[in-house]
């Protein structure tokens, strides 16, 4: 990961942070009873995507950084999960669904073009 001095910038990381951003936007519209259900499940979700990428990055080891990326990448489906269960419960459109569905696809094939050049570099090394 040598073109890149930071976690920072990744675009991945970038468009994940941003991600974040629009999940606490939207879930700040759900009933306030859910705010210790699934509020807050949702955004600990959105959070752990930027997060495990900037600590698999601290970690110093290609190892390392691609098992955060796969973590991040679960994180990227369980959001997709709540945010499905939050559509079916009307706290969300169907049109806000898509949108968010469609920057996780994204996010998700980005995650995995980013660890199989990983691979492809550390096949490279040997």
Do not use: V
């Not at 369980?78 to 920057?103: A, D, G, M, V, W």
């Not at 660890?115 to 090394?125: G, Q, W």
């Amino acid at each position: 990961m040598s073109e890149f001095k930071s976690y920072k910038d990744l675009l991945i990381w970038s468009k994940s942070k941003d991600l974040s951003l629009q999940i606490y936007q939207i879930t700040k519209t759900f009933p306030k009873e859910e705010q210790f259900g699934l509020i807050s499940q949702i955004r600990r979700s959105a959070i752990s995507i930027p997060s495990n990428i900037a600590e698999g990055w601290g970690r110093d080891s290609e190892n390392y950084f691609i098992n955060f990326l796969n973590i991040a990448k679960g994180s990227l489906y369980e959001l997709e999960t709540q945010l499905i269960i939050s559509k079916e419960l009307e706290f969300i459109s169907n049109e806000k669904l898509l949108e968010f569905s469609n920057e996780i696809d994204t996010l998700s094939r980005m995650i995995i073009g980013l660890i199989k050049k990983i691979n492809h570099n550390k096949s490279l090394k040997k």
